[in-house]
């Protein structure tokens, strides 16, 4: 069993849709880390936090520590926002990286 | 503008020979990092250095060597010795240690022939 799940792997919506995707983790860790690639293959940091709740723009990111479980939130989705999302979670001196979730937005 | 460059982002290599990919960050970041990713994995760490003439192995280093000469430099040479080199590379770096968020270069996408 992968230390990183994220769910779903792919994920298709309407532009204005909003969208959740999640991220659990078996292993303790200090921090997480929301990423966003591009389909050219760019990696973009979009969040990191080890408590609560950070907000930019229309991404919203969540972690429960007791639950070991994460959440990324798109508000009023748009085309540009397809891309493959990765969630990165950190331990003292290690990290590992969930297998991604592919959203496409269509308009 | 500071980030981090790869180069090339392409890259063909014939069967046997090795290949040198290239990472420069001018962020003046201590640590600097080699990933791989395969389609529908998550990234693979290969080489971590978190300081310059120090570097360690990451989950698959077999096959790899690095060398971190400069703070801004961390070239990985995919030797002979990889046996499934065709992949996407990632580089990153970060301020400090592992916590720290990490900064991504393009990749490159490597295709051995």
């Known amino acids: 069993k992968n230390e990183v799940e994220q769910s779903p792997q792919n994920l298709t919506a309407q532009e204005g849709e909003f969208i959740t995707i999640n991220c659990s983790y078996s292993v303790g860790i200090s921090a997480l880390h929301w990423l966003q690639q591009h389909p050219g293959g760019g990696i973009v940091s979009l969040f990191m936090?080890?408590?609560g709740k950070k907000k930019h723009g229309r991404l919203i990111a969540t972690i429960n520590i007791q639950e070991k479980h994460s959440s990324l939130h798109i508000t009023a989705s748009h085309p540009r926002d397809s891309a493959v999302y990765i969630c990165?979670?950190?331990?003292?001196?290690?990290?590992?990286f969930g297998a991604g979730t592919r959203l496409t937005v269509k308009p | 503008d500071g980030g981090i460059t790869q180069s090339p982002k392409y890259l063909f290599r014939k069967e046997g020979q090795n290949v040198t990919l290239s990472c420069e960050q001018n962020?003046?970041?201590?640590?600097m990092y080699w990933y791989r990713q395969d389609p529908g994995q998550g990234l693979r760490l290969i080489y971590y250095?978190?300081?310059?003439?120090?570097?360690q192995k990451g989950d698959i280093a077999e096959g790899y060597s690095v060398s971190r000469e400069k703070k801004e430099s961390f070239p990985l040479t995919v030797t002979s010795a990889q046996k499934n080199p065709t992949a996407f590379y990632l580089c990153?770096?970060?301020?400090?240690?592992?916590?720290?968020?990490?900064?991504f270069g393009p990749g490159t996408r490597l295709l051995v022939l």
């Open positions: 990153a770096s970060s301020q400090l240690a592992v916590q720290e968020t990490q900064y």
């Open positions: 936090l080890s408590s």
């Open positions: 990165a979670v950190y331990s003292v001196a290690d990290m590992r």
């Open positions: 962020l003046n970041h201590d640590a």
């Open positions: 250095s978190q300081i310059v003439n120090d570097f």
